[in-house]
């Protein structure tokens, strides 16, 4: 999928490893989070912008395959990703999951959960509004646009897990925020954050 020359090119976030803090600020004082991280770093015009965007509108999907097999590999050797339990992929409002034909970030949870021990559950949070994209809006309009547009169903399966809740690309974080608030209302839950690439 990716030749070596390419993977080499790529801008590795590496924030399980190291520089966490770098990418914690994007939620400090929003959303209680136990750990998050980042496969790549996102660079507007850049290789991982490329790879995404084929992944999406391309119906590339081995990507994803491909990124979550190379993510969870190096999740599944560090601590504090052991403890995780339940792997749940943002949604997609059926529309949104009719127009594509798929989500794309499934099969890069799929394979996280597989390379952690973890179960993939991807009927528990559900996209309740159809919301136009929003790459160009700012970080409020994004807030006012995803919130409340989350809902949950059969949540007695994350009452006391640990949960990693996987993105594409995490920008304002105001999808997630969203998602994240939806969820900690579940007794004992704790959720962790993971994506393919996100902007410091």
Request: net charge positive; hydrophobic share 40%; glycine share 6%.
């Amino acid at each position: 999928m990716l030749c070596t020359r390419c993977r080499h090119k790529l801008p590795l976030g590496n924030f399980h490893k190291v520089n966490a803090k770098k990418i914690e600020k994007v939620f400090y004082g929003r959303a209680k989070i136990e750990n998050i991280t980042s496969l790549f770093v996102f660079e507007k015009e850049g290789l991982v912008q490329n790879l995404i965007h084929n992944l999406k509108y391309r119906g590339q999907e081995e990507i994803g395959f491909e990124l979550g097999n190379w993510l969870g590999e190096e999740l599944s050797q560090i601590p504090a990703y052991q403890s995780i339990d339940i792997v749940i992929p943002v949604p997609l409002h059926r529309i949104r999951l009719r127009e594509r034909g798929f989500n794309q970030v499934e099969k890069f949870g799929q394979e996280i959960a597989k390379k952690i021990e973890a179960e993939y559950i991807d009927f528990v949070l559900k996209k309740n509004s159809y919301n136009k994209k929003q790459s160009k809006h700012g970080r409020f309009t994004r807030w006012i646009n995803t919130s409340e547009t989350f809902g949950t169903e059969n949540e007695s399966l994350l009452v006391d897990k640990h949960i990693l809740i996987v993105d594409d690309i995490v920008t304002t974080g105001a999808t997630l925020e969203a998602c994240i608030h939806e969820l900690k209302s579940i007794s004992g839950i704790k959720i962790s954050i993971a994506s393919m690439a996100m902007t410091i």
